[in-house]
Every structure is written in structure tokens, then in C-alpha cells.
């Protein structure tokens, strides 16, 4: 299973910008799919998740400004984030957890991360 994320990039204060992550290879259910963020010398920590079903979990510092979605057919989640920050800049990485298999218990895939800079 490989998840292939992008959209990161450089943008000003009260910017917005989407990124997206799909996954792909030996595949029979993505279940929860989330971002996580890593800043310099912080723990990775939680964005926003969401479920098969569409249930979705947000860190405080992120409710009412990012949003995030997914497209099922497409074993692929979005995260619209508005208003940044520079506090936002961090690497944002992926998660999925995926059914390789109806037998096979799910396990947790990370993407490669993607840099968000947020200029003052």
C-alpha cells in the first residue's frame, strides 16, 4: 500500500490551500483516513480525521478553519485548510488505515509528507 500525498507548498498568512493523499496498491477497504502535522522539534501530532462513513475529528487549533473530506471510489482524502497561520507550518503527512484483505486485520499506512509553509 503506498500513499502518495501533495498540494504543500509556500503561502501568506490568511491564505488557504487544499492538499490531497491517495492511496494505492493491494486494497480492500480504506478505512479511517486522517493528517497529522510535524513542526521542527514538535512530536507529530493530530489534524483531522475522518471515517469510512464520513465522521470527522479535528485538533482545536484547526476547527472552523480546515476542513477534510474524502472521495471513496478513490481511496482518497482532502484537507482544504483556510485562514493559515504561521503556527500551520509544519511537514503534513497522511494516514490510512487499510484491509489489504477480508481475513487480514487492518494496519495504519503513512504518506511521504508534504512541507506547508505559512509566511507572516
Known amino acids: 500500500v503506498q500513499l502518495q500525498a501533495s498540494g504543500g507548498g509556500l503561502v501568506q498568512a490568511g491564505g488557504s490551500r487544499g492538499l490531497s493523499c491517495t492511496a494505492s496498491g493491494n486494497i480492500f477497504r480504506v478505512n479511517s483516513m486522517g493528517w497529522y502535522r510535524q513542526a521542527p522539534g514538535n512530536q507529530r501530532e493530530l489534524v483531522a480525521t475522518?471515517?469510512?462513513?464520513?465522521?470527522?475529528n479535528y485538533a482545536d487549533s484547526v476547527k472552523g478553519r480546515f476542513t477534510i473530506s474524502r472521495d471513496n471510489a478513490k481511496n482518497t482524502v482532502y484537507l482544504q485548510m483556510n485562514s493559515l497561520k504561521p503556527e500551520d507550518t509544519a511537514v503534513y503527512y497522511c494516514?490510512?488505515?487499510?484491509?489489504?484483505?477480508?481475513?487480514?486485520?487492518?494496519?495504519?499506512?503513512w504518506g511521504q509528507g508534504t512541507q506547508v509553509t505559512v509566511s507572516s
Open positions: 475522518i471515517t469510512l462513513g464520513g465522521t470527522t
Open positions: 494516514n490510512a488505515n487499510v484491509r489489504i484483505t477480508f481475513l487480514r486485520t487492518p494496519t495504519d499506512h
